[in-house]
T-cell receptor, first 114, second 114 residues
Framework: DVKVTQSSRYLVKRTGEKAFLECVQD?????MFWYRQDPGLGLRLIYF???????EKGDIPEGYSVSREKKERFSLILESASTNQTSMYLC?????????????FGEGSWLTVV | TQLLEQSPQFLSIQEGENLTVYCNSS?????LQWYRQEPGEGPVLLVT?????EVKKLKRLTFQFGDARKDSSLHITAAQPGDTGLYLC??????????????FGQGTILTVHP
């Protein structure tokens, strides 16, 4: 059974604190993604990685950074969390190749910044 | 900039009714995917359409990709309460990288009442 696991389902941070969201996939996928999901806006891509140590900015990278030191692990870092980063964060992975490849999502991490 | 416009945003119907969700864009997509998401979980892929004019059926769900590959529709026949959820369309841009980056619509929240 394919699996994308997000380590923290619920996280509460104060404004200015560092937040760290970790994601692990067990499918040996090259691609990994971080999206945020907000009501009425769908999913918006923050960053994606197509290989170890490789990363590219998505549509809304400001205020975020990522790390991919191992193929199976992709971390999202908020160095100084702000209230407008309160959201649901989804990690995903897929095989490299055709754009129609299935993307597998984790269950999501709810981040609240107070 | 929202490249995929999904409508309607909310749909509340009675069991047994039919419904259609639309996904429109001015951009051409090499493929388009439909996902379903239940509360507390990540999106799960329902179908991928690749060829202009393609129609795919999944039990009571019919998916169509427009001839020009700029739009898609999801039709559900005789909706059941188990169809309740958030439906998302997502397109892979034509001519883009093969990294699997997708652009998501805003989503349609479907509620089917018994």
């Amino acid at each position: 059974d394919v699996k994308v696991t997000q380590s923290s389902r619920y996280l509460v941070k104060r404004t200015g604190e560092k937040a760290f969201l970790e994601c692990v996939q067990d499918m040996d996928h090259e691609n990994m993604f971080w999206y945020r999901q907000d009501p009425g806006l769908g999913l918006r891509l923050i960053y994606f990685s197509y290989d170890v140590k490789m990363k590219e900015k998505g549509d809304i990278p400001e205020g975020y950074s990522v790390s991919r030191e191992k193929k199976e692990r992709f971390s999202l870092i908020l160095e100084s969390a702000s209230t407008n980063q309160t959201s649901m964060y989804l990690c995903a992975s897929s095989l490299r190749g055709a754009p129609g490849n299935t993307i597998y999502f984790g269950e999501g991490s709810w981040l609240t910044v107070v | 900039t929202q490249l995929l416009e999904q409508s309607p945003q909310f749909l509340s119907i009675q069991e047994g009714e039919n419904l259609t969700v639309y996904c429109n864009s001015s951009s051409v997509f090499s493929s388009l995917q439909w996902y379903r998401q239940e509360p507390g979980e990540g999106p799960v892929l329902l179908v991928t359409v690749v060829t202009g004019g393609e129609v795919k059926k999944l039990k009571r769900l019919t998916f169509q990709f427009g001839d020009a590959r700029k739009d898609s529709s999801l039709h559900i026949t005789a909706a059941q309460p188990g169809d309740t959820g958030l439906y998302l369309c997502a397109g892979a841009r034509a001519g883009g990288t093969s990294y699997g980056k997708l652009t998501f619509g805003q989503g349609t929240i479907l509620t089917v009442h018994p």
